[in-house]
């Protein structure tokens, strides 16, 4: 008899990792660079909080490898979230447009400036935001007013901007939804935390708009601990967000003078040693992320009734995190079961943002593909060192 769908998907998995390397998390950070030696540095060099040269390098390597002009380096990916809000001008009752399909950071990002997060549908080509519905959306709801941001009819606010994320690594459709904005005259803001090295038509996630957001949190592709930054095209810009990331503070000597409500959001100097380290890392992080999916896309061919999500057209992912899509809503949780009694620690996507009690209330378009997506993706053990050659290998080899 066949096994049932659960226990094809461990076998599955049991052949394709590496053995005697669990339980395995879904996504752990990998320090095989000059991680010790910078930190070591760093820590010798006294100066590890908010000033020191490892910032400065940090930011000048992030802007090199998105090709975005300028990087200001912060505590995490929501304060660089919330400090483009503020840089765009968002404010209380404008209305956000967000997936309701992202990581809860979105949304509270636009509720941190007093604003509403508008939730809208998921593209199945992308797993990001659909700029086409979202277009649809706004013509059944939205009045344009040229030269200006549009007005939702039903709640007579401002529609000021969009937030694309970039889901597990893979772009959004990011020209046509740049089309769509211009057409409304709605600001676009990036949410590439989760996209750092992932390409769209040959350009960087992180520099498809004029401010992007990335993070750097133990999870992410790459870490500094905790960590984000913003990436910005205009220098006036770059320089604002500085300043309002160090409290608003005029340069003095001495002297406490602030001309502003800023924040203590600046990224201290011992993680950004860590993060030069780490950067250096990328490309042969992501050569191990590309060799994983790939892994998982040709094992998973066998299996009837599931599909490897794989990069939109036009795109190069860092699969970020693998999804693993069912057929059937109905074996997610017993997927989800079998897989965490066999020590692979699989996820769910996260809820949706509009179905949690604090953005209930919230304006949405229909979600007919987030929610069918909510209910039949399952994310797949993806650190790097599980690929064929990463750190788990190596151990193998050597014991
Ligand atoms: C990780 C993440 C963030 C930011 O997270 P921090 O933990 O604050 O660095 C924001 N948006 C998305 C989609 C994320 O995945």
Same mark, same amino acid.
């Given at each position: 008899?066949?096994?049932? =769908?659960?226990?094809?998907?461990?076998?599955?998995?049991?052949?394709?990792?590496?053995?005697?390397?669990?339980?395995?998390?879904?996504?752990?950070?990998?320090? &095989?660079?000059?991680?010790?030696?910078?930190?070591?540095?760093?820590?010798?060099?006294?100066?590890?909080?908010?000033?020191?040269?490892?910032?400065?390098?940090?930011?000048?390597? =992030?802007?090199?490898?998105?090709?975005?002009?300028?990087?200001?380096?912060?505590?995490?990916?929501?304060?660089?979230?919330?400090?483009?809000?503020?840089?765009?001008?968002?404010?209380?009752?404008?209305?956000?447009?967000?997936?309701?399909?992202?990581?809860?950071?979105?949304?509270?990002?636009?509720?941190? +400036?007093?604003?509403?997060?508008?939730?809208?549908?998921?593209?199945?080509?992308?797993?990001?935001?659909?700029?086409?519905?979202?277009?649809?959306?706004? +013509?059944?709801?939205?009045?344009?007013?040229?030269?200006?941001?549009?007005? %939702?009819?039903?709640?007579?606010?401002?529609?000021?901007?969009?937030?694309?994320?970039?889901?597990?690594?893979?772009?959004?459709?990011?020209?046509?939804?740049?089309?769509?904005?211009?057409? *409304?005259?709605?600001?676009?803001?990036?949410?590439?935390?989760?996209?750092?090295?992932?390409?769209?038509?040959?350009?960087?996630?992180?520099?498809? !708009?004029?401010?992007?957001?990335?993070?750097? %949190?133990?999870?992410?592709?790459?870490?500094?601990?905790?960590?984000?930054?913003?990436?910005?095209?205009? /220098?006036?810009?770059?320089?604002?967000?500085?300043?309002?990331?160090?409290? /608003?503070?005029?340069?003095?000597?001495?002297?406490?003078? $602030?001309?502003?409500?800023?924040? %203590?959001?600046?990224?201290?100097?011992?993680?950004?040693?860590?993060?030069?380290?780490?950067?250096?890392?990328?490309?042969?992080?992501? /050569?191990?992320?590309?060799?994983?999916?790939?892994?998982?896309?040709?094992?998973?061919?066998?299996?009837?009734?599931?599909?490897?999500?794989?990069?939109?057209?036009?795109?190069?992912?860092?699969?970020?995190? %693998?999804?693993?899509?069912? &057929?059937?809503?109905? &074996?997610?949780?017993?997927?989800?079961?079998?897989? $965490?009694? !066999?020590?692979?620690?699989?996820?769910?996507? *996260?809820?949706?943002?509009?179905?949690?009690?604090?953005?209930?209330?919230?304006?949405?378009?229909? =979600?007919?593909?987030?929610?069918?997506? +909510? &209910?039949?993706?399952?994310?797949?053990?993806?650190?790097?060192?599980? !690929?064929?050659?990463?750190?788990?290998?190596?151990?193998?080899?050597?014991?």
């Amino acid at each position: 008899m066949m096994p049932d =769908l659960p226990t094809r998907i461990v076998d599955c998995l049991k052949d394709l990792l590496p053995p005697d390397h669990g339980p395995y998390p879904l996504h752990e950070p990998t320090f &095989q660079g000059r991680e010790w030696e910078l930190v070591r540095d760093c820590l010798d060099s006294g100066w590890v909080s908010s000033v020191g040269q490892y910032v400065d390098r940090f930011e000048a390597a =992030l802007a090199n490898a998105t090709g975005a002009p300028h990087a200001v380096a912060v505590v995490n990916g929501t304060a660089a979230l919330h400090l483009c809000l503020r840089l765009a001008d968002i404010g209380r009752d404008h209305e956000v447009l967000v997936p309701a399909l992202t990581f809860i950071a979105t949304a509270n990002a636009v509720a941190y +400036q007093g604003a509403i997060p508008h939730f809208v549908d998921t593209s199945p080509a992308t797993l990001g935001l659909d700029p086409d519905k979202l277009d649809e959306h706004l +013509q059944d709801m939205a009045i344009r007013r040229p030269g200006q941001c549009p007005i %939702n009819q039903h709640t007579g606010r401002e529609i000021k901007a969009v937030i694309p994320m970039h889901t597990f690594g893979h772009p959004v459709a990011m020209d046509r939804l740049i089309e769509v904005s211009e057409h *409304w005259g709605i600001t676009v803001i990036e949410d590439a935390a989760e996209a750092l090295g992932s390409t769209y038509k040959g350009r960087q996630a992180g520099s498809l !708009a004029a401010m992007a957001a990335l993070s750097f %949190n133990g999870n992410k592709i790459i870490t500094t601990g905790g960590g984000g930054a913003v990436l910005l095209r205009d /220098a006036e810009t770059a320089a604002r967000a500085r300043h309002l990331s160090t409290t /608003a503070k005029n340069a003095h000597p001495w002297a406490f003078d $602030h001309n502003d409500i800023g924040y %203590n959001y600046r990224m201290p100097n011992l993680n950004a040693a860590l993060g030069c380290a780490q950067i250096q890392e990328l490309p042969k992080m992501l /050569a191990s992320k590309r060799q994983l999916a790939r892994r998982y896309m040709d094992s998973f061919k066998n299996i009837s009734g599931v599909e490897v999500y794989s990069e939109p057209p036009e795109c190069t992912s860092n699969y970020w995190l %693998n999804a693993l899509i069912l &057929q059937d809503s109905r &074996q997610q949780q017993p997927v989800l079961e079998a897989m $965490h009694a !066999a020590g692979y620690m699989v996820r769910p996507p *996260w809820r949706l943002i509009c179905d949690l009690p604090m953005y209930r209330h919230c304006p949405a378009a229909p =979600l007919p593909v987030a929610r069918a997506l +909510q &209910q039949t993706l399952v994310n797949l053990p993806s650190s790097a060192a599980l !690929a064929p050659g990463g750190q788990a290998d190596h151990d193998q080899a050597v014991s």
